[in-house]
C-alpha cells in the first residue's frame, strides 16, 4: 500500500518524490470509481473484478498510450528516492 500511495505521489516531470503529495488510500479508491477495492487482511489494492483488468489490457492503447514511459519515469524517481531504506 506504502509503495502505491509513492509512486502516485510521483508528479509528471519531477525528480523527486514529495511526501505531502502521499494520497490516502480512501482517495485512490474513490478516484478509482468502484472499479478496486481494498483488501484490509493483505493491504493490497486490486481491481473489483477480472473482467475489468481484461477491458485494460484490450484497450490500454487507447486509454494509456505513454504508460511504459510515465511507468519507468515513476520506477527511476522511487528507487532512487527509497533505495536506501
Given at each position: 500500500m506504502l509503495?502505491?500511495?509513492?509512486?502516485?505521489?510521483?508528479?509528471?516531470?519531477?525528480?523527486?518524490?514529495d511526501d505531502q503529495n502521499l494520497p490516502r488510500v480512501e482517495e485512490i479508491v474513490s478516484v478509482c470509481a468502484g472499479l478496486v477495492t481494498v483488501d484490509e487482511a493483505s493491504g493490497v489494492i486490486r481491481l473489483v473484478h477480472h473482467r475489468t483488468q481484461e477491458y485494460f489490457e484490450r484497450d490500454s492503447e487507447?486509454?494509456?498510450s505513454n504508460v511504459e514511459a510515465n511507468i519507468t519515469n515513476a520506477c527511476t524517481i522511487y528507487l532512487s528516492t527509497f533505495s536506501v531504506e
Open positions: 509503495e502505491l500511495r509513492r509512486v502516485l505521489a510521483i508528479e509528471a516531470g519531477s525528480r523527486e518524490l487507447e486509454w494509456f
